[in-house]
Nanobody, 117 residues
């Protein structure tokens, strides 16, 4: 069982920045995909960005050019640098760890990001 620990959410003004991090413990799968999804009130959960263990990123169109996803060299921690934040980025952000080979899918508890003046 992989456990995901998230941190870095909070309140920020429009145009500001935040950095989210998520560490996967008891991770033993060398081929995996880590990433971030978000869910705003009354909306479905949506992809924000993912990064494979081989380093291939994928971004939602709404965050391209503003958000950057990265992983540390152990590949057990994923970061989401969020710049030029907008009110529509307000949501609960969830970390995800997926192992497609075995159809494993793990989620963090979520961290709130609020963009407001």
């Amino acid at each position: 069982q992989v456990h995901l620990a998230e941190s870095g959410g909070g309140l920020v003004q429009p145009g500001g920045s935040l950095r989210l991090s998520c560490t996967a413990s008891r991770s033993r799968f060398t081929t995996n995909i880590m990433g971030w999804y978000r869910q705003a009130p009354g909306k479905e959960r949506e992809l924000v960005a993912t990064l494979t263990s081989r380093g291939s990123p994928n971004y939602a169109d709404s965050v391209k050019g503003r958000f950057t996803i990265s992983r540390d060299r152990t590949f057990n921690t994923v970061f989401l640098q969020m710049n030029d934040l907008k009110p529509e980025d307000t949501a609960v952000y969830y970390c995800n760890y997926r192992v497609p080979q075995y159809d494993y899918d793990y989620w963090g508890q979520g961290t709130q990001v609020t963009v407001s003046s």
